[in-house]
T-cell receptor
């Protein structure tokens, strides 16, 4: 069975602070995908990143960066110089790679509040 | 950019009534999903659909739920006799090929059962 744990439930920071959102996963699969989604107050799910388990390179996209460590089964997400618009719920998710069974297993989400 | 479209955005229904949530996936996608998010909770998988049949369903997806792709473009989720606990946001998602790309999510339908 697959499981995603986001131990942090709520984080509050002041604008321009850096913040890291933690994600730990469990899977018996040797290959899999990891994702981060953002859910703003409007409710939709916004895709942020997909990471293949083969690729442990860290990734940076603007103010966002992701640290994937297979040895610790973690896929952490850092926002640098946070902004008020980053306020949202952030979900980490896991899926199998192959076939029709590539459903997403989500963590419980982390509510990030960025104060001006 | 192509997108998954869900209608309605919000539906209010009385307990015991049937509801149909509609989704138009991206046209060349082959795999379709429904997820549910009870307010303030995580997003949970309900069902996946491929090649005109259910490929996997969760324990939440009991006999009161059904899905179909009636006309090759729409993908629907039917709840036969709604309960108060069915109140949630329902997300449709589609995928072009199993595991090759990220699932594209619709904007969700908020179902309120009163």
């Amino acid at each position: 069975a697959q499981k995603v744990t986001q131990a942090q439930t709520e984080i509050s920071v002041v604008e321009k602070e850096d913040v890291t959102l933690d994600c730990v996963y469990e899977t018996r699969d040797t290959t899999y995908y990891l994702f981060w989604y953002k859910q703003p107050p409007s409710g939709e799910l916004v895709f942020l990143i997909r990471r293949n388990s083969f690729d442990e390179q860290n990734e940076i996209s603007g103010r966002y960066s992701w640290n994937f460590q297979k040895s610790t089964s973690s896929f952490n997400f850092t926002i640098t110089a946070s902004q008020v618009v980053d306020s949202a719920v952030y979900f980490c998710a896991l899926s199998r790679i192959a076939g029709a069974n590539s459903k997403l297993t989500f963590g419980k989400g982390i509510t990030l509040s960025v104060r001006p | 950019e192509p997108e998954v479209t869900q209608t309605p955005s919000h539906q209010v229904t009385q307990m015991g009534q049937e509801v149909i949530l509609r989704c138009v996936p991206i046209s060349n996608h082959l795999y379709f999903y429904w997820y549910r998010q009870i307010l303030g909770q995580k997003v949970e998988f309900l069902v996946s659909f491929y090649n005109n049949e259910i490929s996997e369903k969760s324990e939440i997806f009991d006999d009161q739920f059904s899905v179909e792709r009636p006309d090759g473009s729409n993908f629907t989720l039917k709840i036969r006799s709604t309960k108060l606990e069915d109140s949630a946001m329902y997300f449709c998602a589609s995928l072009v090929s199993g595991g090759i790309a990220e699932a594209f999510f619709g904007q969700g339908t908020r179902l309120t059962v009163v």
